[in-house]
């Protein structure tokens, strides 16, 4: 085991699935930032944080991940079957739940976040940072508690774990609770990843199959099909021997607000809570996940492609590091475990690259930046994941490290989740000090991952 090692297996997730826009990366990284034509490199940390929270961005703009996400998430709907003669059976001409490109569910601002601006995108990330916070992750944690004490069970009988499978499944079944879905969750987790590259696809630079968009449309409509069923089951309860801290245990991360507890069953207040506290704050009422989900907000369906493809990008890579490198020791002490899921984030930095069009003339990096020139922030050189491996017990600082997670109001409002999830994940794995014995890069996926990555006990 060595760090050579692991950064060496890390490094084929880029190289064999976008060989030459990595290699672009790399030979351009030695300036804070470079200018290729209309196309600005952006490789510094403060000019990474200089364009996210200075310069003003258009977030609609083709190519950039607002645009990406509006496109994959609110398609035009599947033509309607012909109707015999006579009166219609129904007034919906889309399939229930499905939320027509024009239409805004009552209580919803209609964007998808990554596409908003102003009022109607702090009021969407209010919402969530309450049910993403503190105690909105620990009702979630059950969850994936439950899922690492069965699947992880066989590693004690010698058998062997593939932690994409695991981490497909993990990320699925947090998304149905918290949308509130009895769908199958690897279903869904299948969904989202596929919305997800097929949007992509649509977004790439060159000519498209001629079937490019039709298969993003038709994606998206079986990912909100999956999403729009109504949860039955109660929320799980922790078991005994996972790893789980009461709530307030948890260090903050960054400046996330820390939220009051939810009420029970699915996270999020009850509607009638929410509209008394808004009504009492001079504001309509924000829906909870659960409730756009249910009325087919393209929203809900962002968070879960949002959530599920970090997941299954991340948390093998994070994995095969403590494999490779020899982390386990640090895994298993309580003390430096959050530290090392920070560290390990920030070295696999699901999403290396920020696709970004500058709206107006500015400045990035001492750089002049023109209106409607492409920005591209590389997330990873940002966070120095290039130059410093992972280590809790030589953690990078804050400041640099957590702009995988993007910086100023756009930051992402998940980054508790992911860290805490992985902090558990590296706690469940510790005792077995696994090795990984297969690995297989994803070459289809829309984030740098492993399609196959088993791991084995060795003890």
Not at 363 to 373: E, H, K, N
């Given at each position: 085991?060595?760090?050579?090692?692991?950064?060496?297996?890390?490094?084929?997730?880029?190289?064999?699935?976008?060989?030459?826009?990595f290699a672009l990366l790399a030979a351009t990284r030695g300036r804070p930032v470079r200018r290729l034509g209309g196309t600005l490199l952006v490789h510094d940390a403060s000019a990474y944080r200089e364009a996210l929270t200075r310069l003003p961005l258009d977030r609609t703009a083709p190519g950039t991940t607002g645009a990406a996400a509006r496109t994959a998430l609110t398609p035009t709907p599947a033509p309607a079957r012909p109707t015999p003669a006579g009166p219609p059976k129904s007034d919906r001409t889309v399939p229930l739940g499905w939320a027509e490109p024009n239409r805004t569910v009552a209580g919803t601002t209609g964007g998808v976040l990554f596409d908003q601006e102003g009022?109607?995108?702090?009021?969407?990330?209010?919402?969530?940072?309450?049910?993403?916070?503190?105690?909105?992750?620990?009702?979630?944690?059950?969850?994936?508690?439950a899922l690492l004490a069965r699947r992880l069970a066989s590693l004690a009988q010698g058998?062997?774990?593939?932690?994409?499978?695991?981490?497909?499944?993990?990320?699925?079944?947090?998304?149905?609770?918290?949308?509130?879905?009895?769908?199958?969750?690897?279903?869904?987790?299948?969904?989202?990843?596929?919305a997800a590259a097929a949007s992509v696809r649509t977004h790439l630079p060159g000519p498209h199959r001629p079937a490019t968009h039709a298969a993003a449309a038709r994606t998206a409509r079986t990912l909100q099909s999956l999403l729009t069923r109504s949860l039955t089951t109660p929320p799980?309860?922790?078991?005994?021997?996972?790893?789980?801290?009461?709530?307030?245990?948890?260090?903050?991360?960054?400046?996330?607000?820390?939220?009051?507890?939810?009420?029970?069953?699915?996270?999020?207040?009850?509607v009638a809570e929410r509209a008394a506290r808004a009504g009492r704050?001079?504001?309509?009422?924000?829906?909870?996940?659960?409730?756009?989900?249910?009325?087919?907000?393209?929203?809900?369906?962002?968070?879960?492609?949002?959530?599920?493809?970090?997941?299954?990008?991340?948390?093998?890579r994070a994995v095969a590091w403590c494999a490779d490198a020899g982390l386990w020791d640090q895994a298993a002490d309580?003390?430096?475990?959050?530290?090392?899921?920070?560290?390990?984030?920030?070295?696999?930095?699901?999403?290396?690259?920020?696709?970004?069009?500058?709206?107006?003339d500015g400045?990035?990096?001492?750089?002049?930046?023109?209106?409607?020139?492409r920005l591209l922030l590389v997330a990873r050189h940002a966070a120095q994941a290039h130059r410093r491996d992972p280590d809790a017990l030589a953690p990078v600082d804050p400041a640099p490290a957590h702009l995988v997670f993007g910086a100023g109001s756009h930051a992402c409002p998940g980054a508790r989740l992911a860290r805490v999830q992985l902090a558990d994940t590296l706690a469940a794995l510790a005792?077995?000090?696994?090795?990984?014995?297969?690995?297989?890069?994803?070459?289809?996926?829309?984030?740098p991952g492993w399609r196959l990555l088993t791991v084995r006990a060795t003890s």
């Open positions: 085991m060595s760090r050579a090692r692991a950064r060496r297996r890390d490094r084929r997730v880029y190289v064999r699935s976008h060989p030459l826009l009022d109607g995108h702090r009021a969407d990330r209010r919402g969530l940072a309450e049910e993403l916070g503190a105690a909105g992750v620990e009702q979630l944690r059950p969850v994936w508690q058998g062997e774990v593939d932690m994409v499978a695991l981490a497909r499944e993990l990320a699925g079944s947090v998304v149905c609770r918290l949308l509130g879905t009895d769908a199958d969750p690897v279903a869904v987790a299948r969904a989202a990843a596929d799980p309860t922790p078991l005994p021997g996972c790893p789980h801290a009461p709530y307030g245990s948890v260090p903050p991360l960054g400046d996330a607000p820390v939220a009051s507890a939810p009420s029970a069953g699915n996270p999020g207040e009850a704050a001079g504001s309509a009422p924000t829906l909870s996940l659960a409730e756009r989900a249910g009325g087919g907000d393209a929203l809900a369906a962002m968070v879960a492609v949002a959530a599920v493809n970090t997941t299954v990008a991340a948390l093998p309580p003390v430096l475990r959050l530290r090392l899921a920070d560290e390990l984030l920030r070295v696999t930095a699901a999403s290396p690259l920020l696709p970004r069009v500058a709206a107006a400045t990035v990096g001492g750089c002049p930046v023109r209106s409607g020139d005792p077995y000090r696994p090795v990984v014995t297969r690995a297989r890069v994803d070459r289809r996926t829309a984030l």
